[in-house]
């Protein structure tokens, strides 16, 4: 069974950083893309995920807003994922997810390429 678990968001300060991990269970990830979504307050989930890694760790993308401020990573022999987040903004604010899909090569922004979800996590940013 296919399981994505997400953890370390929380209360920050704008300019704070956050590091927000996902771990995954029943598959082994190193064929498995993963990709970063949020979901602001009283809107729906971005249709244009936050970032993501290829199966290889060769290839990150990046929304162009948070480019220079969010960093992905992953540790294939711990099936997580790591996205830091470095200079956080108010409109950071967000419920992140991570999804992950079989792709042996290269990595998407958009959602509907993903085919399992993890259940988020809070991350508010917030003097």
């Known amino acids: 069974q296919v399981q994505l678990v997400e953890s370390g968001g929380g209360l920050v300060q704008p300019g704070g950083s956050l590091r927000l991990s996902c771990t995954a269970s029943g598959f082994t990830m190193d064929s498995y893309s993963i990709g970063w979504f949020r979901q602001a307050p009283g809107k729906e989930r971005e249709g244009v995920g936050v970032a993501c890694i290829s199966a290889s760790a060769r290839t990150s993308m990046y929304r162009d807003s948070v480019k220079g401020r969010f960093t992905i990573s992953r540790d294939n022999n711990k099936n997580t994922t790591y996205l830091q987040m470095n200079s956080l903004k108010p409109e950071d604010t967000a419920v992140y997810y991570c999804?992950?899909?079989?792709?042996?090569?290269?990595?998407?922004?958009?959602?509907?390429?993903?085919?399992?979800w993890g259940q988020g996590t809070q991350v508010t940013v917030s003097s």
């Open positions: 999804a992950t899909a079989r792709a042996p090569l290269g990595c998407s922004l958009v959602w509907h390429d993903y085919d399992y």
